[in-house]
């Protein structure tokens, strides 16, 4: 499903949606939760057995086959919700449902998602920038990082903890990663501009990372107003 679509069609899924709370959600699906020293679809999924899946080319059969070993949605979201299981694969898992059935945050929460993509843009688990964007000259969230704008308010306080963090990822690939890696973004960098999306705020793009942070640091303000 176009991921655009799937923004639209969620952002009025969250406004009518009449279903109990994540909280009592979780408590049922916790109910015969499973072992995640011995479960093999979280074997797999941390051991890469299915592939990348953020190799492109092969995204589609990936999302499908995990989809079809874990029988639906349930179970995928009984190991997203799991604190025990490895983050890999709770963040693997939250990919293939924002694919095959992105209701799913309603019913697990929008917050618990947020932590586990935060997870994920911090520690790279996706081997690459590449899947968060290439963003301000070029408007673009990136494949992966478009669910942030999912998520929408609940990402913000998530977000709001990257913005010191001073790691760079690289970008692959021939074009992409010549024209990413120029850039030199942080996930500081990552998480400044996705708020601004999700606040509608204009994203500015600097040259110089002190120049950033000077923007970024006047973002920190903006939102703390917004607490209060």
């Known amino acids: 499903m176009n991921k655009l679509y799937s923004i639209a069609v969620m952002c009025f899924f969250f406004s009518n949606c009449n279903t109990q709370s994540p909280i009592s959600e979780n408590k049922n699906l916790s109910v015969n939760m499973i072992n995640v020293n011995t479960d093999p ?7 890469d057995h299915y592939g990348n899946l953020f190799n492109y080319m092969n995204h589609d059969q990936i999302i499908n086959t995990v989809w079809e070993e874990a029988g639906g949605a349930d179970k995928l979201k009984k190991i997203l919700i799991d604190e025990e299981a490895p983050m890999k694969a ?13 209701g799913f945050v309603v019913e697990v929460g929008a917050e618990l998602v947020a932590k586990i993509y935060a997870n994920a843009m911090a ?35 998530e977000l709001f903890k990257l913005l010191d963090n001073e790691t760079i990822h690289m970008y692959h690939g021939s074009e992409e ?23 509608q705020i204009e994203a500015v793009y600097h040259e110089t990372h002190a120049a950033r942070d000077t923007e970024i640091e006047k ?3 903006l939102l703390a107003k917004d607490k209060k």
Do not use: H
């Open 41 to 47: 679809i979280i074997t797999k999924l941390v051991e």
């Open 90 to 102: 709770r963040f693997l898992v939250s990919e293939v449902l924002f694919t095959k059935s992105f």
């Open 123 to 157: 520690n790279n688990l996706t081997g690459m920038a590449n899947s968060w964007g290439l963003l301000y000259e070029y408007n673009d969230e990136g494949p992966v990082g478009i669910n942030w704008l999912l998520l929408r308010e609940a990402a913000i306080p």
């Open 177 to 199: 990663a010549t024209v990413g890696n120029s850039y030199q973004f942080r996930v500081k960098d990552f998480a400044a501009y996705y708020i601004c999306k999700i606040k």
């Open 219 to 221: 973002l920190k303000i």
